[in-house]
């Protein structure tokens, strides 16, 4: 009780908040119009404000600025203007309920639009003026001209594609199916039930029209008898509006119909029940015949035969309040019927009669064909056995022709439903290929992120790399810039004092033993003091920054030639640009370590140093004509400096001494972008 008090409470808000919008929207309307002077907003004014006043079911209101507006429309020859004002000329006369002016102006305007093309200010919407007609003359011939409504349902639902008013488009589709249920085409009913289920799945229209779908389909299939298949749509109808708090009262009585047809009689009460309780609580009034007349169905299956009448007589009294004429053939039919079961033979005759007149005037075969059966077992009754013969041969042929179009029906149904499941199989594997898609564009995202992720760590790995081989290279030419520094202050000074010191002593006072020791200490002396000099500025020349490579190199076998007993030649490119700077101190390093192996270990008397450079790459070769490599050489510290080298410079290095007099090394360094030559 609460929840349904708070529910009133908030839509008696909402409808107040409604009047006020629309009040206020009017007024604006009005405003609009005593300020403008263009006569074409006039119409479109006046037409609008007759469109609000048709909403707000004031027809006089409505009349007054849509005749005001046809009137200027004609006058200016304004053909667009006039279809506006007819339109709602139409919509005016619809609320009197006069069907014949309302279709006579909504054909003109239709008239003027097809001949002009025109659809309204806002085509591709729902206000598109077309759209609007064509509803309002498929709404005006509902119930009364099936195959008229059908005509132009069918113009409608291309332009509703067309202006992509995808709502509306299915819709149209729904009511085409409700056309067709109307006039006992089931077969194409079901086709156009389940394409306005696809196009509501399609464009995700979650709202009323997905109830809308599966109460038609479920109440298509109780129509049909096909019971079982009814219930899951009418149950996921009535879960539907449920959950958004809207009265279910079409579907309960379906459902009790349904239950009634599966002989489970218990059920089939107690939604009729339901329905019922639904209905006088939402204060409904269209098909409240058709729920009455199905609680009092159901009340006769359980033999409750007063109460049963009662509510059969509710729903005829409803049904003609309401000139339902489908359900009124229906219940005179089902209650005469009853009358006749309880011996009630007058009244079973004139109700039968009443339902023959309802269905011939609504159509309803089936409806036809048993008051027909019932009204023949009346005259036999009465002994009126010509009138028993006739009506009995009108529900014989009634019920023969039912049967044709039943077997036709079905056939052509199981090919609709055969066709929907086929188009659910392409549906689901087309989603679950879509699926597949994008699973696989998410796995190759995410291997793209982690690619990137591993290269931008790579890179920066590969920065910090380079930054520590700068660093070291830094760090190492400091190094060798104080070992230098101290060689020449340090042991080059004491060197300098022990020269001088000797030189202080008078030789013409030594003997001929000591002069021999004093000239061979003074060598000795001199020979230290050039290798200090020379050691120190080896290390790291200065050149060797300034001028590069090359020029060091030839500096370096200057003086190898000229303070050493090894002859030394030079072979180096000409014309080679400057290699990097660590590609540079590194290649220097390995000659210094090569050339004081040979100086140290290989008792050589010749030796060359030669540099090639071709397809991208650097070869550096270092031989010697010495005694070859021994086990202690290869094992020395220097050697695998000179292997942690080449293995920085992503180089190889061969040592060959087998076949030869001497040694010889081979080193090859790829020239890439960070060994490439610059020049200086």
């Known amino acids: 009780m609460p929840r349904t008090c708070f529910l009133s409470t908030l839509l008696f808000f909402v409808s107040v908040i409604v009047c006020v919008s629309q009040q206020f929207y009017i007024d604006s309307l009005k405003k609009m119009l005593t300020f403008t002077n263009r006569e074409d907003q006039k119409i479109l004014l006046m037409s609008l404000l ?71 200010k806002e085509p591709y919407t729902e206000s598109n003026l077309q759209l609007k007609i064509l509803q309002g003359l498929a709404g005006l011939y509902d119930g009364f001209q099936v195959d008229s409504s059908l005509y132009y349902r069918m113009k409608l639902l291309p332009l509703t594609s067309w202006f992509k008013t995808h709502r509306l488009e299915a819709k149209i589709t729904l009511d085409i199916g409700n056309s067709y249920l109307n006039a006992g085409d089931y077969a194409k009913a079901l086709d156009y039930y389940f394409k306005s289920l696809e196009l509501k799945n399609k464009y995700q229209l979650k709202d009323l029209l997905d109830e809308d779908c599966h109460r038609a389909i479920g109440y298509l299939y109780v129509t049909l008898g096909d019971f079982q298949k009814a219930k899951p749509y009418l149950f996921q109808a009535k879960k539907i509006k449920e959950a958004i708090h809207r009265g279910t009262y079409y579907e309960l009585a379906h459902l009790s119909n349904a239950y009634e047809g599966l002989s489970q009689l218990d059920s089939a009460l107690y939604y009729a029940k339901a329905a019922i309780h ?9 098909e409240l015949g058709y729920i009455f007349v199905t609680y009092a169905k159901a009340l006769e ?28 053939s229906f219940a005179y039919s089902e209650i005469a019927k009853l009358y006749h079961q309880l011996g009630n033979v007058d009244s079973a005759g004139y109700c039968a009669r009443q339902a023959i007149y309802y269905a011939r005037e609504s159509g309803y075969l089936k409806g036809l064909g048993e008051a027909g059966g019932t009204l023949a077992k009346v005259y036999k009754t009465h002994h009126q056995l010509d009138s028993a ?24 149904i199981l090919e609709v439903e055969q066709r929907r499941q086929e188009r659910a199989k392409e549906e689901a594997e087309e989603k679950a290929q879509q699926q597949r898609k994008l699973i696989s564009i998410s796995a190759v995202l995410a291997l793209f992120v982690i690619l990137l992720f591993i290269f931008f760590r790579n890179r920066m790995l590969t920065q910090q790399n380079a930054a520590l081989q700068t660093a070291l290279l830094e760090g190492q030419t400091t190094e060798r810039k104080r070992v230098a520094a101290d060689l020449h202050d340090a042991l080059g000074s004491t060197l300098s004092s022990l020269r001088w010191s000797m030189g202080a002593i008078d030789k013409n006072k030594l003997n001929m033993q000591e002069q021999e020791v004093y000239q061979h200490v003074q060598n000795s002396l001199e020979q230290a003091y050039d290798q200090v000099r020379l050691l120190s500025h080896n290390l790291l020349p200065e050149e060797l920054g300034k001028e590069g490579l090359w020029k060091t190199l030839e500096g370096l076998a200057r003086k190898l030639n000229r303070n050493t007993p090894v002859t030394f030649t030079l072979q180096i490119p000409e014309n080679q640009p400057r290699l990097n700077a660590k590609t540079e101190f590194e290649l220097y390093s390995i000659c210094l370590e090569l050339i004081n192996n040979i100086l140290k270990h290989a008792q050589a008397t010749e030796a060359s140093v030669k540099v090639e450079v071709k397809s991208k790459k650097l070869q550096l070769t270092v031989t010697d004509n010495g005694k070859g490599i021994s086990e202690k050489t290869t094992a020395g510290k220097g050697l695998r400096n000179i292997a942690e080298r080449v293995e920085s410079l992503k180089g190889k290095w061969e040592k060959i001494s087998d076949d030869l007099p001497g040694t010889k090394n081979v080193i090859i360094l790829p020239l890439e972008k960070s060994t490439k030559p610059t020049h200086a």
């Open 301 to 328: 299956r359980l033999d409750n035969y007063p109460q049963a009448l009662n509510w059969y007589r509710y729903g005829i009294a409803t049904c003609l309040k309401q000139n339902n004429r489908k359900t009124l």
């Open 389 to 412: 013969l006739k009506y009995q041969e009108i529900m014989i042929a009634t019920k023969d022709s039912l049967f044709k179009q039943d077997k036709a029906q079905r056939i052509e």
């Open 278 to 286: 639904e209905a006088l609580h939402y204060q409904i009034t269209h």
């Open 50 to 120: 007759a469109d609000k006043f048709a909403q707000k079911k004031q027809a006089d209101s409505c009349f007054l600025f849509a005749e005001q507006a046809l009137k200027l429309a004609k006058k200016y020859r304004l053909k667009t203007g006039e279809a506006e004002a007819l339109y709602v000329l139409g919509q005016g006369y619809k609320i009197q309920n006069n069907h014949y002016l309302s279709v006579a102006n909504y054909q003109k305007a239709l008239k003027i639009c097809e001949q002009l093309g025109y659809f309204g």
